[in-house]
C-alpha cells in the first residue's frame, strides 16, 4: 500500500473509532441523566410530603351541624324537623346565642347538637342583648305581660339580671295572639328589647327542659 492510501486508511480507522466510542457511551451518559432525574424527582416527593402529612394532622374545625332546619320557618313549630337532644346522654350542654346569625345554638362540647331559630335585640344602644357568658337563674313563667312594651310572650327562662334578661317565645298582644310581624323576624334579623325570642316550641322546650346553671354564651 502506498504511503499516502495507508495514512488515509489508519485515519479513517481512527475516526471510525471515536464514533463507535461516542455511540458506546451515549446510553451510558443519557442512562446517567435519566437515573439523576429520577433520583431529583423521588427528592422533590420525599420533601412535599411531609407537607401533605401534617396537612391531613391538623386538628378537625368544631362541628359546624349539617341542620335539619325548617324552612320556611314556622313560629309554632320546631326549629328543626328532628327531635331536641336528650339531657341524659348530653350533661354538659350549654347554649350559644349567635347575634350575627340571629340562632341559638345547643352543644356538647364543640359538636352543635340542635340549631333553633331566634332574633335578639335591636342594635340601637337601649334594647342590644348583652354580649358575655351567663348562666341559666331560676327565674322563669309559663306567660308573662309588660305593659311598660305593650307585649307578652309564653315560656319565659331568665339568663340575666333575674327575669330581666330572658329565652320566650315570640311575643304576644294583651290577649295572648301572637304578633305575625313579629314571629317573621325570627332567624333574620333583630327585633326583641334585649331578649331572645324562639319559636313556641323551641321556647317551650327550653322552659320544660333547660336546667338552672345551664350556660349561655351570648356573642
Known sequence: MKPLAKLLHQKTLLIC???????????????????????????????????????HNHPKQPNQHTSSLRVPMNYLKSSET??????????????????????????????????????????????NTPKGTYQIESERAPYFYSPAMHEGAFYAVSFLNHGIYLFHSTPTNQQQQFLPDVAADLGKRPSSHGCVHLTVADSKWVYDNIPYNTKVVIK
Open 17 to 55: 473509532g471515536l464514533i463507535f466510542i461516542i455511540l458506546l457511551t451515549i446510553p451510558v451518559i443519557l442512562g446517567r441523566n435519566l437515573d439523576y432525574l429520577e433520583s431529583a424527582k423521588t427528592s422533590i416527593v420525599k420533601k412535599k410530603a411531609p407537607k401533605t402529612l401534617a396537612y
Open 82 to 127: 328532628k327531635p331536641y337532644p336528650n339531657l341524659q346522654q348530653h350533661p354538659q350542654l350549654w347554649i350559644r346565642v349567635s347575634l350575627k346569625k340571629q340562632r341559638v345554638y345547643l352543644i356538647d362540647q364543640n359538636k352543635i347538637l340542635y340549631t333553633m331559630y331566634a332574633s335578639t335585640g335591636i342594635e340601637d344602644g337601649e334594647r
